[in-house]
């Protein structure tokens, strides 16, 4: 027996098979799968990424200006005239009097100064921490807080624990 010659592409010969009208009915449908591909992989990435450029742009510009305010801030620092350790160690116990009061507490071991705080409010801590870097040249090392319980709305954030500073070089 002998058999029927086979067809070279099995997908042409179905293609052939088909009516006119079926014809075009396919060839519409595999247009609209390859256009729909071509939006999903091709067209809306694209208008995505170009939807949120002014957006990134932004928060981008608003990141350079503050990492330019950090460096003028730094060359400040730098350019500040070096204190002695006595004199770091009073400008320390000043902010410590002035911005923490009751809740926080000084003590100086060898060349770290730490503080203990208890239930300190949290401006009151950026603002001893400010004057500690700028009046006594000192620099946290280690910070060991936790959030008082306070959850109340509108209610200060309050800190406890130890702060570690080194004091400047002789």
């Known amino acids: 027996m002998s058999r029927p010659p086979r067809s070279p592409n099995p997908l042409a010969a179905a293609w052939a098979r088909l009516g006119a009208r079926e014809r075009r009915l396919a060839a519409l449908a595999a247009t609209v799968v390859g256009l729909a591909l071509l939006w999903w992989l091709g067209l809306a990435p694209a208008l995505r990424t170009l939807r949120e450029a002014d957006s990134q742009r932004a928060a981008l510009q608003v990141q350079a200006q503050q990492m330019q305010r ?101």
């Open 70 to 170: 950090l460096k003028t801030e730094a060359e400040a620092l730098k350019a500040l005239p070096r204190l002695s350790r006595d004199e770091a160690l009073r400008a320390l116990e000043a902010a410590v009097k002035q911005r923490l009061g009751a809740t926080g507490q000084l003590s100086v071991v060898g060349d770290r100064a730490n503080v203990a705080l208890k239930e300190t409010p949290a401006d009151a801590l950026a603002q001893w921490l400010a004057d500690a870097r700028i009046n006594a040249r000192a620099t946290p090392v280690d910070a060991r807080l936790t959030r008082g319980a306070n959850t109340a709305p509108g209610a200060p954030v309050l800190w406890s624990g130890t702060l570690s500073l080194s004091l400047p070089g002789q």
